[in-house]
């Protein structure tokens, strides 16, 4: 438990609030701000607070914004102190945990948290995914095992920007820029750019909106904070953003001489619309298949899920990525490249149709120049079976 000191007042030293927990003393000094920015004089107050306080951490909340030399001045303390700086995003956050509706001047604030499932939801999602594998007697979802070792809600900033700039020389306009509604995927601990398989998925079926729906699983569940800032953030996106559009024009002047100009874009030529916050639950599991087991993770957004960081299409015979209408092996559950005429990896056994792969696979000889593939269990009533590795 927690104990709660309240402060405040004019002369308050930087403290609003101290919290008093097993972990030590953390100060808190709260700026209701909405159209001010929390500069280095603040964080510098707040730092000689937590050191005669003897805290082990601060903290600032605002309402408003925080400048970047505010957050450069926190990356620059000496070590052993330890100051977050919480902005709207972060307190829409907390509210939105804690059921509270929290309205600002430009509306409601909230963090767009993708409906996450239950067990039975999960495995009735693999059994989707796992459709297209050819597996008989028994189908690929008849045979998954599925362990869930924990569900982690991913946070991520969806960021919206226009492009506007004009280049112009003495010869006329050399080039434009009018990119407009440019999204991006920007991961909420530090800015880096999601990939482009992941973006575009949470993009095409994210349902924004609606309360956090967290179902029960027995595994630990990780939430993810918005930790970095709204300055932070623009800056990363407008320094992309410039990075892309930027490029050098070759043009031929007026005097018919060629030329060459660096067209870069300027930073007031960058403008974000719009910024959203939302967190794509990832569960990371152990999968199964008769003698065989699986790493994987699964990530869903409002309409499906995809399989990423897995092996779980690795060929058994090769090594190699074997497709998604790969064939699973009845005999000991491994993934293997689909039936081919030659030099095949997998075959369907010629009595029972069993699905195997090439290191469980027998045959024997047919006519004079082919061969009959079997299974072990139909190789065991056959003379002369031979193993095909």
């Known amino acids: 438990m927690c104990r709660v000191e309240q402060i405040g007042g004019v002369a308050d030293g930087g403290r609003d609030l101290i919290i008093h927990g097993r972990g030590g003393k953390i100060v808190v000094e709260c700026k209701?701000?909405?159209?001010?920015?929390?500069?280095?004089?603040?964080?510098?107050?707040?730092?000689?607070?937590?050191?005669s306080e003897r805290a082990t951490k601060g903290m600032v909340i605002t309402t408003g914004r925080y400048t970047a030399k505010a957050e450069e001045c926190v990356r620059q303390l000496p070590g052993g102190v330890s100051i977050k700086l919480r902005d709207l995003n972060w307190l829409a956050d907390q509210a939105q945990a804690a059921g509270i509706r929290l309205v600002t001047g430009s509306g409601d604030s909230v963090i767009h948290d993708l409906p996450a499932t239950d067990m039975a939801g999960l495995r009735a999602m693999l059994s989707g995914i796992l459709a297209p594998v050819k597996s008989h007697p028994a189908s690929a979802a008849e045979l998954l095992e599925t362990t869930l070792a924990s569900l982690r809600l991913e946070a991520y900033y969806v960021v919206t920007a226009n492009v506007d700039q004009d280049f112009t020389t003495g010869a006329g306009r050399i080039r434009s820029v009018h990119e407009h509604g440019i999204r991006g995927v920007y991961s909420a601990r530090d800015g880096s750019r999601t990939d482009r398989a992941r973006a575009s998925f949470l993009l095409e079926g994210a349902r924004l909106g609606g309360p956090p729906r967290i179902p029960a699983v027995p595994c630990p569940v990780y939430k993810e904070d918005f930790a970095l800032g709204g300055p932070s953030l623009k800056r990363i996106v407008a320094e992309r953003l410039i990075r892309k559009y930027s490029s050098t024009v070759r043009y031929t002047g007026r005097n018919r001489v060629s030329y060459r100009k660096d067209c870069r874009i300027g930073p007031r030529s960058v403008h974000i619309t719009d910024i959203r916050q939302v967190r794509m639950p990832k569960y990371v599991m152990r999968l199964g298949f008769l003698k065989k087991r699986y790493r994987c993770s699964l990530v869903q957004n409002g309409d499906g899920a995809r399989i990423t960081d897995s092996d779980l299409y690795e060929c058994g015979v090769c090594g190699r990525h074997a497709g998604e209408a790969c064939l699973l092996c009845n005999s000991c559950g491994a993934m293997a490249h689909a039936p081919r005429l030659f030099g095949s990896h997998s075959h369907r056994c010629g009595d029972c149709k069993k699905t195997i792969c090439g290191n469980?696979?027998?045959w024997v000889r047919r006519l004079l120049l082919f061969k009959r593939m079997l299974c072990g269990r139909c190789a065991d009533r056959r003379p002369g079976a031979r193993r095909a590795r």
């Open 360 to 362: 469980c696979a027998f």
């Open 32 to 51: 209701y701000w909405r159209n001010k920015s929390i500069g280095r004089p603040i964080v510098q107050k707040l730092h000689s607070a937590v050191v």
